[in-house]
């Protein structure tokens, strides 16, 4: 006999969960797939984010982060530090536990909206009269009748070829948020997102980072400015960027792995590392999901195919989040949940592609909305700018933190923000004003003439809004 419900969701990431949580806030029967596992085999929902993404890494982001300031920056303060020490174990249990509460929240959440949660693996079995038969394959086998389907399944890491993850020297994502040990040589290949947040957990706790980089930019999605700000404090905290290299044989040792490759200049080298993190981008997950069953698209590249509004080929059929083209980041992931569920309710589900943020949770943060200052030259759009740098912030220098800087770009001729590029403290909460102020379609004068508190890190993104107009106060 199978289950019946109006909404299936496959995968409990952010973009499913929260495509279930809204679905049954909207009246729907729904139930909510997810396959994760923790420690014990039990459910960890929460998908790639809570597990080994966003949350376990901000987690040892912050308390790496403390770890650096006891040993370096408290002593301005007045404030000796004797004797410290590091308790990476401890460091990475307390990581679990943040990870488990939201775990937890997540199973909560579930119940207290009567969504029906599966333990175990989702696939498609075949379309019928009454919907999509799916079957779920967990500690029992179970098989659900759909009216409609969310497919959320997220991605997984690339693999470089010759280089299989064991996840004890060539690591993901998930073994670099595990280890137990800091390594004293690490390598990164990928200068992308997660290996400067990595690369910076384990510097900080004591590795040498070497960074080796396939393209010849750095940062190549951000703002050229702030990339380049970005590559001058990494490099003085110690990171190794190398850019343009060309990865050649990996080959693993007994404790040790050596990477060859051939650097910028074309001179072949041989490095040697404890541990290897390989994160050089995420492909979508659709293995086990037997869409050929049922002719369920994908596209060229493996992401299930969809239009602007998430429907794939088949009627009633959605996908989201990362299993989707589109930049792989939660939030976005969540707003497609939303926008999907709300839609399968006749209603307008809208997401805003244009006013989607992105953050690296590095020291200094960088947060960016909108499009950066190369992008606009290359479609030929008139604009201004304005900077503002955190060294002339009253809130910033109390801090003892004042790196960086904000910047606008606003439209010549109307005003309208284009982009907001920030990087220094606390960039990932200031970039919140900047997208509001951008899915408004304010003016970089609107942000000039609001009240921002003082002394706070906010008034350097006002001050950046008007010096726009070369009409900065603090600078
Ligand atoms: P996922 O979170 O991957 O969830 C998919 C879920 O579906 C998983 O639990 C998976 O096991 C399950 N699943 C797959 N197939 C099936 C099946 N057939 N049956 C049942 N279950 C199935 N993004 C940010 O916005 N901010 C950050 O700070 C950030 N940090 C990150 C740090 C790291 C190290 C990594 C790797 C990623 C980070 N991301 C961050 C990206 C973010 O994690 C993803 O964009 C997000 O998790 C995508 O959500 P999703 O729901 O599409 O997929
Ligand atoms: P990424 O796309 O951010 O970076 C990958 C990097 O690897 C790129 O710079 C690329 O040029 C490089 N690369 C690719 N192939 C290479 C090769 N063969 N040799 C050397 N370099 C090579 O991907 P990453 O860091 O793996 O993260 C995946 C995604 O996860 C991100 O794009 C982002 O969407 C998400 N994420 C988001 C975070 C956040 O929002 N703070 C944090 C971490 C991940």
Known sequence: MSKNFDVVVIGGGPGGYIAAIRAAQLGFSTACIDDWKNAKGGAAPGGTCTNVGCIPSKALLQSSEHYEHAGHSFAEHGTEVKGLSLDVKKMVARKDTVVKQNNDGILYLFKKNKITFFHGRGSFVKAGDGGYEIKVEGAAEETLLAKHVVVATGSTPRILPGAAFDEKLILTNTGALALTEVPKRLGVIGAGVIGLEMGSVWRRLGSEVTVLEGLPTFLGAVDEQVAKEAHKQFTKQGLAISLGVKIGAIVTGKNDVTVNYVDDKGAAQKAVFDKLIISIGRIPNTTGLNAEAVGLQLDERGFVAVD?????????????????????????????????????AGQHGHVNFNTIPWVIYTAPEIAWVGKTEQQLKAENVAYKTGSFPFLANGRARALGDTTGFVKFLADAKTDEILGVHIIGPMA???????VVAMEFRASSEDIGRICHAHPSLSEAVKEAALAVEGRALNF
């Open 308 to 344: 602007g509004e998430c429907k794939t080929s088949l009627a009633n059929v959605w996908a989201v989040g990362d299993v989707v083209r589109g930049p792989m980041l939660a939030h976005k992931a969540e707003e497609e949940g939303v926008a999907v569920a709300e839609r399968i």
């Open 428 to 434: 990932s909460e200031l970039i919140s004003e900047a």
